[in-house]
């Protein structure tokens, strides 16, 4: 079954310092990966994606996320965050050849501190 | 991007009582949209997935009677709650994928959410 690991419950970073957001994930094939960003009573919206060819993958809101198949791993980075970056960030796994049955990480809750 | 809304944002009801929820895709087609519960401070957790003309599929645990979906276009998909009770309250949402793909291929868009709160 896959599944996905976000460590990090809450993180709280200064505005204009780097972030960088972990995810795991547990998937038996090569997996569809995907980081979301959800503003409070807020649907989700997709940062980036990872579904093959290069392992840095970019993404909205200078979002970037590195796949690492031998860490089993795909985290999110920013090299300088702003206020409004404050919100969950998802990491979810799909299983190959499409996203339909997304598998979400329990999530991250980003304060930024001005 | 491709455009998912959900209708209504908020909604309370009195315990008893059903409600429906809509899910749209606006500018795109989909044959298969997704329902997700989204406990306070907690994960997504894939309730359904509503197949246009046909039965949902529901997950492990989930009771179909309590959650009816319905599918009838492209375009639309409701979820209601049957005799909804305060257990029920919590944060719905639905995702669609376009059937169309292209640059969108494998991209789940979702709605803005349903808060439900049974009083």
């Known amino acids: 079954a896959q599944s996905v690991t976000q460590p990090d419950i809450h993180i709280t970073v200064s505005e204009g310092a780097s972030l960088e957001l972990r995810c795991n994930y547990s998937y038996g094939a090569t997996p569809y990966l995907f980081w979301y960003v959800q503003s409070p009573g807020q649907g989700l919206q997709l940062l980036l994606k990872y579904f093959s060819g290069d392992t840095l993958v970019q993404g909205i809101k200078g979002f970037e996320a590195e796949f690492k198949r031998s860490q089993s791993s795909f985290n999110l980075r920013k090299p300088s965050v702003h206020w409004s970056d404050a919100a969950e960030y998802f990491c979810?796994?799909?299983?190959?050849?499409?996203?339909?049955?997304?598998?979400f990480g329990t999530g991250t809750q980003l304060k930024v501190e001005l | 991007g491709a455009v998912v809304s959900q209708h209504p944002s908020r909604v309370i009801c009195k315990s008893g009582t059903s409600v429906k929820i809509e899910c749209r895709s606006l500018d795109f087609q989909a044959t298969t949209m997704f329902w997700y519960r989204q406990f306070p401070k907690q994960s997504l957790m894939l309730m359904a997935t509503?197949?246009?003309?046909?039965?949902?599929?529901?997950e492990q645990g989930v009771e179909k009677d309590k959650f009816l979906i319905n599918h009838a276009s492209l375009t639309l998909s409701t979820l209601t709650v049957t005799s909804a009770h305060p257990e029920d309250s919590s944060f719905y949402i639905c995702?669609?994928?376009?059937?169309?793909?292209?640059?969108?291929?494998?991209?789940?868009?979702f709605g803005e959410g349903s808060r439900l709160t049974v009083l």
């Open positions: 995702s669609a994928r376009d059937i169309a793909g292209g640059t969108s291929a494998g991209e789940l868009f």
């Open positions: 509503s197949n246009e003309g046909s039965k949902a599929t529901y």
């Open positions: 979810a796994v799909g299983p190959t050849g499409g996203g339909n049955k997304l598998t």
